[in-house]
């Protein structure tokens, strides 16, 4: 028996995951808080582009932020703080068939997390970065965060912080190998959904900072964006993000940038007022470390058995044939 057309066509709408299949937990986060805006906007990618939820994994460190593979029906590692991007890396060079996120804050990322960051930069393997940057450390309750501005107020800077703030796009674009760099608010889900559906299609180390509101310690911080759309720079380019008609006539302070422009990406994201919003930076040209390395291919399971095998046998304490009983005394064999 043949199977017909419209079978088919109800067979393959039938297979189409749909959003309650990457829904997880119930949130925890405090109501208003933009990592909500970020995982409704993350579990529509998956949705829509489709991702097998057996072959996406969402790996974080610790902070508010990485309570996100919690919320996400997929394979997650809820791993430790700074450290989500070598566990990720890990996961890629096992398996590079699988669709990896990293879900990471300002401190997680900026602080203890930072040489990791760059290195990752570097590297550039083929993964999905969200800083979620809400300028504070929100689950240890309002310290000051490599992204704090100078002089906000917290329980580390009761006077206000003295430094001035770590600006991570800026950082990241200094990296050598950077390839893809992204800016978002959470207030703009179109925008934001956008921004995360081209670093997800981008083939290298996807950077995307979102500026997160973080209501339960910093009510106030944003409101001036909030309040005055001209505060916001929307960046404009036939290979940027489609803005839509409606965000377009919002948000009227535009500007064209090109992303293969490194240099003008430099100058764009040291702009702190309006925020720059939309592609940075995109190189699709320089090459992933997983390829080079041709990941996943050296490692079948026989492969991996053989090499353990032999690295137990270099210390494995044999008796000594020599000896009576072969009791008396031991030897490494090496
Ligand atoms: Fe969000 Fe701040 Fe609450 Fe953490 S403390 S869940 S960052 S609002
Ligand atoms: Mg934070």
Redesign the pocket.
């Known amino acids: 028996m043949t199977t017909s057309a419209t079978q088919c066509l109800l067979r393959m709408v039938e297979e189409q995951h749909a959003l309650e299949d990457y829904q997880g937990g119930v949130p925890?986060?405090?109501n208003?808080?933009?990592?909500n805006a970020i995982l409704a906007a993350v579990q529509r990618l998956c949705r829509d582009y489709d991702l097998a939820p057996e072959k996406t994994a969402f790996v974080s460190g610790i902070g508010?932020?990485s309570r996100f593979p919690h919320y996400m029906k997929t394979y997650g590692f809820h791993g430790i703080h700074g450290r989500a991007l070598p566990i990720a890396e890990g996961v890629k060079m096992s398996r590079p068939d699988l669709h990896v996120f990293v879900n990471t804050g300002d401190g997680d990322c900026c602080s203890i997390g930072a040489a990791h960051w760059i290195h990752a930069v570097r590297y550039n393997m083929n993964l999905t970065l969200l800083l979620?940057d809400?300028h504070?450390y929100?689950?240890t309750k309002k310290q000051a965060s490599p992204t704090s501005p100078i002089g906000m107020k917290s329980n580390t800077t009761p006077r206000g912080a003295w430094l001035e703030a770590l600006n991570p796009l800026t950082v990241t674009l200094g990296v050598q190998n950077v390839s893809f760099v992204a800016q978002a608010v959470d207030w703009i889900p179109e925008l934001l959904y956008d921004i995360f559906a081209a670093a997800y299609r981008h083939k290298g180390f996807s950077f995307v900072r979102i500026i997160?509101?973080?209501?339960?310690?910093l009510p106030k911080m944003f409101d001036p964006w909030l309040h005055d759309p001209q505060r916001t720079l929307l960046l404009m380019h036939e290979n940027g993000v489609r803005i839509g008609a409606g965000t377009a006539k919002l948000y009227r302070n535009q500007r064209e940038h090109d992303p293969s422009n490194l240099h003008l990406a430099r100058e764009v994201a040291s702009m702190e007022d309006p925020i720059p919003v939309g592609i940075l930076y995109r190189n699709e040209s320089v090459p992933c470390y997983e390829d080079i390395r041709h990941a996943g291919e050296l490692h079948t399971s026989e492969q991996v058995r053989a090499g353990l095998e032999a690295e137990f046998d270099k210390y494995t304490i044999w008796p000594d044939k020599g000896t009576a009983g072969g009791e008396a005394s031991a030897a490494v064999r090496g």
Not at 32 to 35: A, K, N, S
Not at 212 to 217: K, V, W
Request: glycine share 16%; hydrophobic share 20%.
């Open positions: 925890r986060w405090c208003g808080c933009g990592d508010c932020s979620h809400n504070v929100g689950l997160q509101r973080c209501p339960e310690f």
